[in-house]
């Protein structure tokens, strides 16, 4: 079986492909574009992302990562994501409709999310939002959150704890 940090990669390309198709799809509505940053904040991940993405800045030799305390996600630099390659599953995602269980109501609704900025002259309903025009984050994270647990198993077999979450800024303290 292979280990957890190989399943991360995998799922990594997954999402990687399905939010580039998606965006594809979409891409008379979403504007995002380079130098658009405001979903950008200070993030924490799980241990298993954490890990996987300094081994990828590690085979890349990215060792000198720029981090600035004052911005609302440090790894921002000239409001470029200055680890783009290296971002975090969530990132993926920015801009993305995503759709997801919403426990606000009475009874548990799918709802969908995006970007404010996006799909700003679209007819929503004539939209018609569905499970092949959207990201699924719930399914997105519970993957992630089993790939995790077996992670943090294997971890403990080779008698390392591991914290819940771990907060990004410290890529550079193991760099
Ligand atoms: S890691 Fe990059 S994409 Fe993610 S919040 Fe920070 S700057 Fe933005
Ligand atoms: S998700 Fe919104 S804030 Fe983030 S890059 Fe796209 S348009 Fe800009």
Redesign the pocket.
Known sequence: MINAIERYKQLRRRVEKDCEALSKLHADN????AG?????TNLSVFPVEFYSLLETLKANNQTKLHFDESLPCGFLKDSLCSIYQSRPLICMS??IPIVFLNDEFEELEYSVSF????FTNTDLDAMKFNGNNTLNIDELNSELSQINCDFVDECKEKGLEMPERIELRRLLDFL
Request: charged share 20%; with cysteine; glycine share 6%.
């Open positions: 979403i504007v995002c574009a658009c940053c405001d979903c950008c920015h801009g970007c404010e900025k996006n």
